[in-house]
């Protein structure tokens, strides 16, 4: 059966997005807990590179191939508004060299070279919050360390959402394991480098990360609430 392709409109969401976009309260519109076959393959592979993909434990496994650096995958969910949530793990069978630089994230905005991003790093306790801009520069928004960022092995909660702002520019919050660990507001020209629509999550590192191996679980995509 072939997965339904959501499609939100700007003009639906309008100023009242705006409105709500400092709570972040949001309305559920997608989710995914890759409980069967047919969950799991809602998720769509994007990029280049080798990625192979299985299940385990009611969870969607991804393995990271040769000469590739990054595996991202998107919901059937397009839109600009979003907010995305999954939990992630990387697994222990990930190669012990590897742990501390790899990552296991969460995208809002995404497309084809551009895309906000939260990347955690349980190998090395530590988050970053990215902007991807049309034409491959990166900008990081965010980073820290965190006591409550989980180990290797262990479900990390991530949430991400960027919403438009009363001043014309776009508010991104992100979210690791239910904190709020960076709010930052974007000026609409900053924002307009981002021109992706995709809700997605990946798995991989900035060299080569052959081998490494991650899981996700409980997808959710949600718009502003308008109330």
Do not use: W
Request: hydrophobic share 40%; proline share 4%; glycine share 10%.
């Amino acid at each position: 059966k072939r997965p339904i392709r959501i499609a939100i409109p700007l003009a639906v969401l309008g100023s009242v997005a705006a409105a709500t976009a400092a709570l972040g309260a949001t309305i559920p519109i997608y989710g995914n807990d890759m409980s069967s076959t047919s969950a799991r393959s809602q998720l769509v592979r994007i990029g280049e590179g080798t990625c192979d993909r299985g299940a385990g434990a009611e969870a969607l496994r991804v393995t990271v191939g040769r000469r590739t650096r990054v595996c991202e995958l998107r919901t059937p969910v397009i839109g600009s508004n979003l907010a995305i949530s999954a939990a992630a793990r990387l697994l222990s069978s990930t190669p012990d060299a590897m742990q501390k630089r790899v990552f296991v994230a969460v995208g809002v905005r995404a497309g084809s070279d551009s895309q906000y991003q939260l990347a955690v790093f349980p190998g090395k306790a530590s988050f970053q919050l990215r902007r991807d801009a049309s034409g491959g520069e990166r900008t990081l928004l965010a980073r820290g360390d965190g006591r409550r960022i989980k180990e290797v092995g262990k479900p990390n909660k991530m949430r991400l959402l960027a919403f438009p702002a009363a001043d014309g520019g776009t508010r991104v919050k992100a979210f690791v394991n239910g904190r709020k660990v960076a709010s930052v507001l974007e000026d609409a020209h900053s924002a307009s480098t981002v021109t992706g629509r995709f809700t997605t999550v990946a798995v991989g590192s900035t060299k080569g990360a052959n081998g490494t191996r991650a899981s996700f679980d409980n997808i959710k995509v949600s718009v502003p609430d308008p109330f």
